[in-house]
């Protein structure tokens, strides 16, 4: 089970850190995602980052701007979000995969949280 926690609204140029907390002893076995869908839209890739936290990967959208991070010890997958720009606003989730290089397409991941709004407004 994963939830997601941290969502919230902001003004243009703030920030806001993203948790998600998966149960269970296996989690650092998944290489985890977080996705957005804004309303009308499919669903997107964010970031994603490898088991062991080394490897990040990042949708040019937000490159520069959000860093993905884990805490195994924590059972915990992070994104910090920085100068959050108004089409930033989706619904947030983060996903696990068992694949050990994790994809950018929802379909790769086998397990999601229930997500979290975020509003950045201009």
């Known amino acids: 089970q994963l939830v997601e926690s941290g969502g919230g609204s902001v003004q243009a140029g703030g920030s806001l850190r993203l948790s998600c907390a998966a149960s269970?002893?296996?989690?650092?076995?998944?290489?985890m995602g977080w996705f957005r869908q804004a309303p009308g839209k499919e669903r997107e890739f964010v970031a994603a980052?490898?088991?062991?936290?080394?490897?990040?990967y990042y949708a040019d959208s937000v490159k520069g701007r959000f860093t993905i991070s884990r805490d195994n010890a924590k059972n915990t997958v992070y994104v910090q979000m920085n100068s959050l720009k108004p089409e930033d606003t989706a619904v947030y989730y983060c996903?696990?995969?068992?694949?050990?290089?994790?994809?950018?397409?929802?379909?790769?991941?086998?397990?999601w949280g229930q997500g979290t709004q975020v509003t950045v407004s201009s």
């Open positions: 980052i490898s088991r062991s936290g080394i490897n990040t």
């Open positions: 996903a696990g995969t068992s694949r050990v290089v994790p994809g950018d397409t929802p379909n790769e991941y086998n397990y």
């Open positions: 269970g002893r296996a989690f650092a076995w998944y290489s």
